[in-house]
């Protein structure tokens, strides 16, 4: 990794581990040598922390994109099978799951410009982008 380029936490321990941080500080073992030996980033919030290259993993806000349709797709097939269940458990938990699923469809076509299967989840979402 170089200065400047975007990495992500492996294990993150709280809220700000989560976010994209920049790296700013490069240690090499020595001066003659490529091995890293630590590695400095900075977070969105500001605050700055020290990591060896073990603990983080490049990171890209591509990677970010990826990421989350694949947690939104997950999301909506979880809804999608709880949705199945609640319609002959009670129909208003039903109606509850159904306006979930639009708002995270609605969402995940508005921010990230994908549009979402609701009958075929199972596969790879599909990452054509919406035009509007």
Known sequence: MDLNDTARVRQPRDGIEYRLGTVIDVTYSTPHTTHIRHLRLR?????????????????????????????????????????????????????????????????????????????NLDAPADTEQVTP
């Open 43 to 119: 977070f969105p919030t500001g605050e700055e922390r020290t990591y060896t290259p073990a603990e983080v993993v490049a990171c890209t806000r591509t990677d970010d994109h990826a990421a989350l349709v694949a947690a939104f797709t997950d999301t909506c097939r979880a809804l999608r099978d709880a949705c199945r269940i609640a319609h002959d458990y009670d129909e208003r938990i039903n109606t509850d799951i159904l306006g979930l699923l639009l708002a995270i469809h609605g969402t995940v076509a508005t921010h990230l410009g994908v549009k979402l299967d609701p009958a």
